[in-house]
């Protein structure tokens, strides 16, 4: 990755929709470099998400949980992480290192019923020995805004 | 308590596509729809005044830059202690997202080091700057994204 790559990315960074012919202009590029520069880095991995951000408040949702799970014994991450996929609003997974817990799981949550229902879902996995829960009021999804200022 | 917005099931198959990709063509949102990009534009610039869309992200590699370690880091503590705290969390340059919970911890913090032995550190300076009962490290290893799981239900007008 290079300078360049860096200053596209930058771009994206500050309005993810802008069109190419825009970045182009910025940085004094022709809107074909934009594009090749950008699917190559989608292909290799080095983009990994371009997404918009949407206010789930607006749409009837209190927060988002966090969800540190306690795995059996004996049981696989990827027998836990197959069935965690299937439960509705549930947007993230990661396997963990240290800490606390086996995984974490990110799940947008509309009310309290949500939760106690996506809890009680959990804990009926047969690999979940025990959850834990964060629950945070902020409602963008899937990040806040200010997620990219590491670019900057 | 924020207003709802009402949408329809256009809007809903609006935001799961620009949710996926921020970058899909109005063109192709526009047949799927079975409207005009027009049309498509229009409800986006309404979803964008109404707060729905507020903005946009970039998730990128962070590895290439030498941001190897994702880590969430769970706080119990006082009351009385956030501010202070939180100041500490504010000022170090690979915190992302730091938010007040209720549950296990009370202050969940994200970020992204270059190496744990600065993980390790910010444990220590907030130890030492404010009494925090416990702090527990998560580091993330493997974080998949399954975005399109997220219900965006159309409220009938």
Redesign the interface.
């Known amino acids: 990755m290079d300078e360049l790559d860096q200053q596209i990315l930058e771009e994206l960074a500050e309005d993810a929709q802008e069109s190419f012919l825009g970045i182009a202009k910025k940085i004094g590029v022709s809107p074909k470099t934009v594009q090749t520069r950008y699917a190559r880095m989608k292909r290799e991995g080095v983009i990994l998400h371009c997404g918009i951000i949407v206010s789930l408040s607006k749409l009837g949702y209190q927060g988002k949980a966090y969800l540190l799970i306690k795995l059996v014994e004996g049981k696989t991450r990827e027998e836990a992480i197959v069935a965690l996929k299937q439960i509705q609003n549930v947007f993230l997974i990661t396997e963990i290192m240290g800490g606390d817990c086996d995984l974490l799981a990110l799940a947008a949550i509309r009310d309290y019923k949500s939760i106690l229902k996506l809890i009680f879902e959990i804990k009926e996995l047969p690999s979940v020995a025990q959850v834990d829960v964060n629950f945070t009021n902020d409602t963008s999804f899937p990040v806040d805004k200010t997620f990219n200022s590491l670019l900057r | 308590m924020?207003?709802?917005?009402r949408?329809d099931e256009i809007d809903s198959k609006i935001?799961g596509a620009?949710?996926?990709?921020?970058?899909t063509k109005i063109t192709e949102i526009a047949k799927s729809c079975g409207l005009s990009s027009t049309a498509i534009v229009n409800r986006i610039k309404r979803l964008k005044n109404?707060?729905?869309?507020?903005?946009?992200?970039?998730?990128?590699?962070?590895s290439?830059l030498g941001?190897l370690y994702?880590a969430?880091i769970?706080l119990n503590l006082d009351s009385s202690q956030y501010p202070r705290v939180i100041k500490i969390i504010e000022e170090q340059?690979?915190v992302?997202?730091l938010?007040?919970?209720?549950?296990?911890?009370d202050l969940?913090v994200f970020l992204?080091a270059k190496n744990l032995l600065d993980i390790d550190k910010l444990k220590q300076l907030i130890a030492s700057r404010a009494w925090v009962r416990k702090i527990?490290?998560?580091?993330?290893?493997?974080?998949?994204?399954?975005?399109g799981?997220?219900?965006?239900?159309a409220?009938r007008a």
């Open positions: 924020t207003n709802i917005i949408i935001l620009l949710i996926k990709d921020a970058r109404e707060g729905v869309i507020e903005g946009s992200v970039l998730f990128w590699d962070m290439v941001f994702p969430s769970g340059t690979n992302i997202i938010s007040q919970s209720i549950g296990k911890h969940t992204i527990s490290i998560n580091l993330w290893t493997t974080p998949h994204f399954h975005f799981n997220v219900e965006i239900k409220h």
